[in-house]
């Protein structure tokens, strides 16, 4: 240990030495300074506090007669407590003789729910949403990358990198959506995010307060919505259903923002109809609203070809977000927004006062990636790679729960939702009794989805990137395993009204 946070005050009626000491004795018993720690030396401590250096060293032989510290001759001074002076940290022997300045603006925690708690057991299958195929990441072009660059172009990393991110990267996002989207964009409308979160927040602290409204789907992506409630905005949910966004209740007036995720509607997976889309671009032209398209999974279609992007059918009016957490992995942290013209400069300067722009190697590593045309290849490999899983997949559900029930999402995506039968326990019964049998499946409350209409819960989220095909077939074995030991375990009642409590009745 090389420094200590302490002050001297010359108001202070006590010497110096007894300041240095109280103050460090606070430190050991406040338990931010364990048994082993090493103090400064006398001459650092000296030079650091302009005191002499037998002011610090009267201070340590104050604590070595409290046995709080000890010398160790050639080695320095440690803290070494007497058992019988040990405080619990959590209860420190100093109090604030009053209320900080800022207790009264802590509010209630809200976060985008993508990082959840972990399981309460070990786990062999967890078909956790969003997370891609470690196995498919391509880590020896990325190593390889990584290594040239630092070697040859290793002094970026003494600056910082351009807030609305590097060049090269920018003009090959660019490049990939005309191709890939049909979307031309210039690359200055191009900024590089830390993934789609970091868009969102940059969007809602420019557009919400109090007095705006903002309209989401329903049930919706939680990082959205919560941004929403942490601005004090208006909140206006709008249902969804095969289609997508159901237009037709769209709330008339006017509003600030509109949040879709049209290519697969996080988190049921429906796509928006191309007449959708148009009527939802009529009704920002009537309400003034921004739209933000969350292109969530939209590079992975498997079935049929996406409608055209609400930026494509009209730029200045979207937003358009994308990111590289699911083709590559969020680990990463990288993402892109397409700005409208007249938000680029200021969306900029948001995002240098929030971090300064997104780190240097990542950002030259992904361009050079892209630059050899890797991206395109691996997003290939990844559309066979899912879609075997998917197939599998389905082919599981069939066996647990035959014709019954509804798929969605299944189109596209990385993952699908299951809506349970009418007859069958609710979702977080049945994801209780699945993870009895080592699998975790997702009701919506615990995969980052919120709902505005307060049903009960239905629905189950099986993402399927992040396991192979031979172990979502083991998976969903155990699965049909649960939920035949759950019909058993009580019987004569209707499995719709069982409660969780009655899930484990049988040993579950």
Same mark, same amino acid.
């Given at each position: 240990?090389?420094?200590?946070?302490?002050?001297?005050?010359?108001?202070?009626? *006590?010497?110096?030495?007894?300041?240095?000491?109280?103050?460090?004795?606070?430190?050991?018993?406040?338990?931010?300074?364990?048994?082993?720690?090493?103090?400064?030396?006398?001459?650092?401590?000296?030079?650091?506090?302009?005191?002499? *250096?037998?002011?610090?060293?009267?201070?340590?032989?104050?604590?070595?007669?409290?046995?709080?510290?000890?010398?160790?001759?050639?080695?320095?001074?440690?803290?070494?407590?007497?058992?019988?002076?040990?405080?619990?940290?959590?209860?420190?022997?100093?109090?604030?003789?009053?209320?900080?300045?800022?207790?009264?603006?802590?509010?209630?925690?809200?976060?985008?729910?993508?990082?959840?708690?972990?399981?309460?057991?070990?786990? /062999?299958?967890?078909?956790?949403?969003?997370?891609?195929?470690?196995?498919?990441?391509?880590?020896?072009?990325?190593? =390889?990358?990584?290594?040239?660059?630092?070697?040859?172009?290793?002094? @970026?990393?003494?600056?910082?990198?351009?807030?609305?991110?590097?060049?090269?990267?920018?003009?090959?996002?660019?490049?990939?959506?005309?191709?890939?989207?049909?979307? *031309?964009?210039?690359?200055?409308?191009?900024?590089? =995010?830390?993934?789609?979160?970091?868009?969102?927040?940059?969007?809602?602290?420019?557009?919400?307060?109090?007095?705006?409204?903002?309209?989401?789907?329903?049930?919706?992506?939680?990082?959205?919505?919560?941004?929403?409630?942490?601005?004090?905005?208006?909140?206006?949910?709008?249902?969804?259903?095969?289609?997508?966004?159901?237009?037709?209740?769209?709330?008339?007036?006017?509003?600030?923002?509109?949040?879709? =995720?049209?290519?697969?509607?996080?988190?049921?997976?429906?796509?928006?109809?191309?007449?959708?889309?148009?009527?939802?671009?009529?009704?920002?032209?009537?309400?003034?609203?921004?739209?933000?398209?969350? %292109?969530?999974?939209?590079?992975?279609?498997?079935?049929?070809?996406?409608?055209?992007?609400? !930026?494509?059918?009209?730029?200045?009016?979207?937003?358009?977000?994308?990111?590289?957490? *699911?083709?590559?992995?969020?680990?990463? /942290?990288?993402?892109?927004?397409?700005?409208?013209? !007249?938000?680029?400069?200021?969306?900029?300067?948001?995002?240098?006062?929030?971090?300064?722009?997104?780190?240097?190697?990542?950002?030259?590593?992904?361009?050079?990636?892209?630059?050899?045309?890797?991206?395109?290849?691996?997003?290939? =490999?990844?559309?066979?790679?899912?879609?075997?899983?998917? %197939?599998?997949?389905?082919?599981?559900?069939?066996?647990?729960?035959?014709?019954?029930?509804?798929?969605?999402?299944?189109?596209?995506?990385?993952?699908?939702?299951?809506?349970?039968?009418?007859?069958?326990?609710?979702?977080?019964?049945?994801? @209780?009794?699945?993870?009895?049998?080592?699998?975790?499946?997702?009701?919506?409350?615990?995969?980052?989805?919120?709902?505005? %209409?307060?049903?009960?819960?239905?629905?189950?989220?099986?993402?399927?990137?992040?396991?192979?095909?031979?172990?979502?077939?083991?998976?969903?074995?155990?699965?049909?395993?649960?939920?035949?030991?759950?019909?058993?375990?009580?019987?004569?009642?209707?499995?719709?009204?069982?409660?969780?409590?009655?899930?484990?009745?049988?040993?579950?």
């Amino acid at each position: 240990m090389f420094s200590l946070p302490l002050t001297l005050s010359r108001l202070d009626a *006590k010497p110096y030495k007894q300041q240095i000491a109280d103050q460090i004795e606070a430190l050991i018993r406040a338990g931010r300074l364990q048994e082993g720690d090493r103090l400064p030396a006398i001459n650092r401590m000296s030079s650091l506090l302009q005191v002499s *250096k037998n002011t610090v060293l009267g201070a340590y032989e104050l604590l070595i007669d409290s046995s709080l510290i000890q010398s160790k001759p050639s080695r320095g001074y440690f803290v070494t407590l007497n058992r019988s002076l040990i405080i619990n940290p959590r209860c420190p022997d100093f109090v604030q003789d009053r209320s900080p300045v800022y207790a009264d603006a802590v509010s209630q925690a809200l976060s985008s729910g993508v990082c959840g708690q972990p399981a309460p057991m070990p786990l /062999r299958y967890d078909f956790k949403v969003g997370r891609p195929s470690v196995h498919a990441f391509p880590l020896r072009q990325f190593i =390889t990358l990584s290594n040239q660059l630092l070697r040859h172009a290793g002094r @970026a990393m003494a600056e910082y990198a351009p807030p609305a991110g590097l060049w090269g990267l920018r003009v090959q996002v660019a490049d990939y959506l005309s191709a890939a989207k049909a979307l *031309k964009v210039e690359p200055e409308q191009v900024l590089i =995010t830390a993934g789609s979160q970091e868009a969102l927040s940059l969007i809602a602290s420019h557009f919400l307060d109090r007095h705006g409204r903002a309209v989401f789907e329903s049930p919706c992506y939680a990082g959205f919505r919560n941004l929403v409630r942490r601005h004090g905005a208006q909140e206006a949910p709008v249902p969804v259903d095969g289609e997508g966004l159901r237009t037709d209740l769209l709330p008339e007036g006017p509003a600030r923002l509109a949040y879709v =995720t049209p290519s697969h509607q996080y988190p049921l997976g429906h796509a928006m109809s191309l007449s959708r889309r148009r009527q939802l671009l009529e009704w920002a032209g009537r309400s003034g609203a921004l739209i933000i398209e969350d %292109d969530y999974d939209g590079d992975f279609c498997y079935e049929s070809v996406l409608p055209m992007p609400l !930026a494509a059918m009209s730029p200045r009016q979207v937003a358009y977000l994308g990111t590289f957490s *699911k083709t590559l992995g969020p680990g990463l /942290r990288l993402g892109y927004m397409v700005c409208p013209p !007249a938000l680029v400069d200021d969306f900029t300067e948001r995002k240098a006062l929030l971090n300064n722009g997104s780190p240097w190697l990542t950002q030259a590593v992904l361009a050079r990636y892209f630059d050899e045309n890797c991206f395109a290849r691996h997003l290939q =490999t990844l559309r066979r790679r899912y879609q075997a899983q998917r %197939d599998e997949l389905l082919r599981g559900i069939r066996k647990v729960w035959g014709g019954r029930g509804r798929v969605s999402g299944q189109n596209s995506g990385m993952h699908l939702a299951f809506e349970l039968p009418a007859d069958s326990p609710d979702a977080d019964v049945v994801a @209780a009794a699945a993870l009895a049998q080592g699998v975790r499946l997702y009701p919506l409350a615990q995969a980052a989805a919120s709902a505005a %209409d307060g049903a009960e819960p239905r629905h189950l989220l099986f993402g399927y990137a992040g396991l192979e095909t031979g172990e979502i077939a083991q998976a969903m074995a155990r699965v049909l395993a649960a939920c035949t030991q759950l019909q058993e375990s009580c019987p004569g009642r209707a499995a719709s009204r069982l409660s969780l409590e009655e899930a484990r009745c049988g040993g579950i």
